[in-house]
């Protein structure tokens, strides 16, 4: 089981940055693949990035690359989200999530991950 609490989130300007974090109260994300994912208002879910494991390379959704990225702290039980040059497009609620390792070609499944955060909402407006 485990039990992930994200923070972060607010109101930022185009260009700006945000740092998300995820921490995981119970269990730990040593054990697991992590990743975050975010929904738009009358969207559906999409993945962001997800990290197998410590040492592996992170996958990222191809909006997000070169502007987010992830780090794995597995001594502080916390996964985080470095956001930057955001734009209007970005704006989401931003979850966090677990699961058992998926191959590489289910990583960005929703149905890969297990446990989810209560999510964090991330603005971008002038």
């Known amino acids: 089981q485990v039990q992930l609490v994200e923070s972060g989130g607010g109101l930022v300007q185009p260009g700006g940055s945000l740092k998300l974090s995820c921490v995981a109260a119970e269990g730990s994300v040593g054990s697991y693949a992590m990743a975050w994912f975010r929904q738009a208002p009358g969207k559906e879910r999409e993945f962001v990035a997800a990290?197998?494991?410590?040492?592996?390379?992170?996958i990222y959704a191809d909006s997000v690359k070169g502007r987010f990225t992830v780090a794995r702290e597995n001594a502080r039980n916390t996964i985080y989200l470095q956001m930057s040059s955001l734009e209007p497009e970005d704006t989401a609620v931003y979850y966090c999530?677990?699961?058992?390792?998926?191959?590489?070609?289910?990583?960005?499944?929703?149905?890969?991950?297990?446990?989810w955060g209560q999510g964090t909402q991330v603005t971008v407006t002038s």
């Open positions: 999530a677990a699961g058992p390792r998926p191959i590489l070609s289910m990583i960005r499944a929703l149905r890969s991950y297990y446990y």
């Open positions: 990290n197998r494991r410590s040492g592996d390379a992170t």
